[in-house]
C-alpha cells in the first residue's frame, strides 16, 4: 500500500464484495489513492445473489463493461415481485436493459476485481480491520495479517464489509430497524432424481418450496419454522432433509449438498452513511428481506453514488456538502428498498389471512400503469434523487437516458461520454447556455447534436449519470438554475471548452 504525499493514503476500502469493489473503481476513475482489503484469505464460492437487474446494467454500461457482465449468462425480461406465478413484465420500462441478468454474485465481483486491476488496484486478501480512531484530519485504521497488528493512517475509510460491518460497530453508528420475525433455510444440493421435485413454485402439505435450476445442482429455499436458538448455528443436510420432507408431506432424496446457509427477514439502516470520514455502502448500511434479489444491485448503486463524491472530497475540490448528500440521497433510496423488500416478503406469505390483499394486490398489478410503476420500483429503474434545483422535466434527478449523439462527424452516447466517472456538460440547441466555459478540466464539455430529441438545448450530467440540469428550447432554463446545480454538484470550476482533447473510444473529438 502506498501513501500519498501527506503521509497518509487517500481511501481504504474495507470489503471485496460489490459495493467494496465498484466503489473502489470509482474512486481510482476519480483520481483517489485507494486500497482495497479484506479480511477473507479468498473470495468465498458461495453466495445467495443470482441477479443483475437493469439499473446496475445501465450503471455498469456507463462505465463500458456492462458486456462483459452479459456475456456470463441468460437475460429474461421478467423478474418477481411478490407472487412467482405472477412475474412483472420488464419489457414495458424505460431503459436500454429491460431484462434482469443471471449472474453469481461470486462472478460479479470476480469481474469488478479484473476491471480494478486493469485501473491498477488489487485486492488484499487477509487484511482484517480490527480498530479505527478517526480526527478531524483523518482515520488510524488497525488491520489483523497474518496474526500481527498493522497499522494505517488514510484520509477516509469506507465500510464495505457485510452485514455485520465491523467498520459500521467500530465507528459508533447505529443499525436500527426490525428484527427477524420468519426464517428461511437454502440450500445448493443435487436431486437423486430430478422428477421428484419441479423447478419453480411447489405447495406441500404445510408450506411451499422453492426450487432454483442450477449447472449440476438446485438451489432449495423453504421457510424454518422454528430456527435454533443460536440462528449462527450451521445448518446440517439431515436437518433441512428432514424439514423439506415435513413440508412437501413426502420424502425427496437430497445428494451432494454444495452450501446451506440459514436467512430472514431482518430489515436495518444504518442511521449514518457518513460519520466524519467513515463512509458505509452495500450491507453494512442496509439489511433488507431477500425478496426480489436486489442486495447486489443496491450495493452497486451506493458505490456508483459515492465514489466520485467521495473521490472530489478525498482530492480537495469538492463543493461544501457533497458528501453529506451520498447520505441524503442513498439513505432514502435504502429505506425505499427496506419498504419494498419487506411489502414483498409479507405478500408472499403463503397465509390464509393475507389472501384478501394478495388477490386485490394482484388485481391492481394486472393494471399497466401499476405493473410498470413495480417494474421499475423494483429494479431501480425510477430511482429520483433531489436535483436541488426547480423544474419538472421527468429526466431532472433520474439517470439521463442514453442519448444517441454526434459530436463532429462522431457518433456517441451519454453511456460512452460517463466511462472515465466524470460530469459532462452538453451544448445541444443553437441558444447560448448560461455559462462562461473556461479551460479547467473538471467538466467534460461537447457541442453535440442529439436527432432524438432536438427540442435540448442543454444537459448537465454528474458522475453516476443522474440528470443535474436540463434546458429546452420550450423551458430554457435560467442562469441561477444552471449555478445552482454547478454549485451544488461541481464547485467553482468552470468547465472545459466544448469538445476539446476529448477522448471517445479510439476516435479523438476536434
Known amino acids: 500500500m502506498k501513501t500519498g504525499s501527506g503521509g497518509s493514503m487517500k481511501v481504504m476500502v474495507a470489503g471485496a464484495g460489490p459495493a467494496g469493489l465498484m466503489l473502489a473503481a470509482e474512486l481510482a476513475l476519480g483520481g483517489a489513492e485507494v486500497a482495497v482489503v479484506d479480511r477473507l484469505p479468498a473470495r468465498s464460492p458461495f453466495c445467495r445473489g443470482f441477479t443483475l437487474n437493469a439499473r446496475s446494467l445501465e450503471l455498469l454500461d456507463r462505465r463500458g463493461i456492462a458486456d462483459r457482465f452479459l456475456a456470463e449468462g441468460p437475460t429474461v425480461p421478467y423478474g418477481m415481485f411478490a407472487d412467482p406465478s405472477r412475474p412483472l413484465d420488464l419489457s414495458v420500462m424505460d431503459t436500454d436493459h429491460p431484462y434482469v441478468l443471471g449472474i453469481a454474485q461470486t462472478r460479479v465481483e470476480e469481474l469488478l476485481e479484473q476491471w480494478l486491476a486493469e485501473l491498477g488496484v488489487a485486492v488484499s486478501w487477509g487484511h482484517e480491520v480490527i480498530g479505527l480512531d478517526q480526527d478531524e484530519d483523518g482515520v488510524d485504521v488497525t488491520l489483523r495479517v497474518s496474526g500481527q497488528h498493522q497499522h494505517r493512517r488514510v484520509d477516509y475509510l469506507a465500510g464495505c464489509d457485510g452485514s455485520r460491518?465491523?467498520?459500521?460497530?467500530?465507528?459508533?453508528?447505529?443499525?436500527?430497524?426490525?428484527?427477524?420475525?420468519?426464517?428461511?433455510?437454502?440450500?445448493?444440493?443435487?436431486?437423486?432424481?430430478?422428477?421428484?421435485?419441479?423447478?419453480?413454485?411447489?405447495?406441500?402439505?404445510?408450506?411451499?418450496?422453492?426450487?432454483?435450476?442450477?449447472?449440476?445442482?438446485?438451489?432449495?429455499?423453504?421457510?424454518?419454522?422454528?430456527?435454533?436458538?443460536?440462528?449462527?448455528?450451521?445448518?446440517?443436510?439431515?436437518?433441512?432433509?428432514?424439514?423439506?420432507?415435513?413440508?412437501?408431506?413426502?420424502?425427496?432424496?437430497?445428494?451432494?449438498?454444495?452450501?446451506?446457509?440459514?436467512?430472514?427477514?431482518?430489515?436495518?439502516?444504518?442511521?449514518?452513511?457518513?460519520?466524519?470520514?467513515?463512509?458505509?455502502?452495500?450491507?453494512?448500511?442496509?439489511?433488507?428481506?431477500?425478496?426480489?434479489?436486489?442486495?447486489?444491485?443496491?450495493?452497486?448503486?451506493?458505490?456508483?453514488?459515492?465514489?466520485?463524491?467521495?473521490?472530489?472530497?478525498?482530492?480537495?475540490?469538492?463543493?461544501?456538502?457533497?458528501?453529506?448528500?451520498?447520505?441524503?440521497?442513498?439513505?432514502?433510496?435504502?429505506?425505499?428498498?427496506?419498504?419494498?423488500?419487506?411489502?414483498?416478503?409479507?405478500?408472499?406469505?403463503?397465509?390464509?389471512?393475507?389472501?384478501?390483499?394478495?388477490?386485490?394486490?394482484?388485481?391492481?398489478?394486472?393494471?399497466?400503469?401499476?405493473?410498470?410503476?413495480?417494474?421499475?420500483?423494483?429494479?431501480?429503474?425510477s430511482t429520483r434523487y433531489d436535483p436541488k434545483i426547480p423544474g419538472d422535466h421527468p429526466w431532472l434527478g433520474k439517470l439521463a437516458p442514453n442519448l444517441k449523439l454526434t459530436i463532429g462527424d462522431k457518433h456517441t452516447s451519454i453511456a460512452e461520454l460517463l466511462r472515465p466517472a466524470r460530469p459532462v456538460l452538453l451544448h445541444l440547441g443553437n441558444r447560448a447556455l448560461p455559462v462562461d466555459t473556461g479551460t479547467d478540466g473538471n467538466v467534460d464539455t461537447y457541442r453535440a447534436h442529439c436527432p432524438e430529441h432536438p427540442e435540448l438545448d442543454g444537459l448537465l450530467v454528474r458522475p453516476d449519470g443522474h440528470t443535474a440540469w436540463i434546458s429546452t428550447a420550450s423551458d430554457p432554463q435560467p442562469a441561477d438554475t444552471f449555478s445552482t446545480a454547478w454549485s451544488t454538484w461541481i464547485g467553482a470550476r468552470k468547465p472545459s471548452a466544448p469538445g476539446l482533447g476529448k477522448q471517445i473510444g479510439s476516435a479523438r473529438l476536434t
Do not use: C
Open 165 to 381: 460491518s465491523v467498520v459500521r460497530k467500530l465507528a459508533g453508528i447505529g443499525f436500527p430497524g426490525t428484527a427477524a420475525t420468519t426464517f428461511g433455510l437454502l440450500a445448493d444440493v443435487e436431486l437423486a432424481d430430478p422428477a421428484d421435485l419441479p423447478f419453480g413454485m411447489t405447495d406441500g402439505e404445510h408450506g411451499t418450496v422453492f426450487v432454483i435450476p442450477r449447472p449440476g445442482y438446485v438451489r432449495i429455499v423453504l421457510d424454518e419454522p422454528t430456527p435454533p436458538a443460536d440462528r449462527d448455528e450451521p445448518v446440517r443436510l439431515a436437518h433441512f432433509q428432514q424439514l423439506l420432507n415435513e413440508t412437501l408431506g413426502h420424502p425427496v432424496e437430497l445428494r451432494n449438498p454444495r452450501w446451506l446457509t440459514r436467512f430472514s427477514d431482518a430489515a436495518r439502516q444504518a442511521d449514518r452513511y457518513v460519520a466524519g470520514r467513515v463512509v458505509l455502502a452495500g450491507d453494512a448500511a442496509h439489511i433488507h428481506p431477500p425478496a426480489g434479489a436486489v442486495g447486489v444491485n443496491v450495493a452497486l448503486a451506493d458505490a456508483v453514488n459515492l465514489g466520485w463524491k467521495l473521490a472530489a472530497t478525498a482530492l480537495g475540490h469538492a463543493p461544501d456538502g457533497l458528501l453529506d448528500s451520498y447520505h441524503h440521497e442513498r439513505h432514502e433510496a435504502g429505506a425505499r428498498v427496506l419498504r419494498t423488500t419487506r411489502a414483498q416478503a409479507i405478500l408472499g406469505r403463503r397465509r390464509p389471512e393475507l389472501d384478501p390483499v394478495r388477490d386485490l394486490f394482484n388485481e391492481l398489478t394486472d393494471l399497466p400503469p401499476v405493473s410498470t410503476y413495480l417494474a421499475e420500483l423494483a429494479t431501480g429503474v
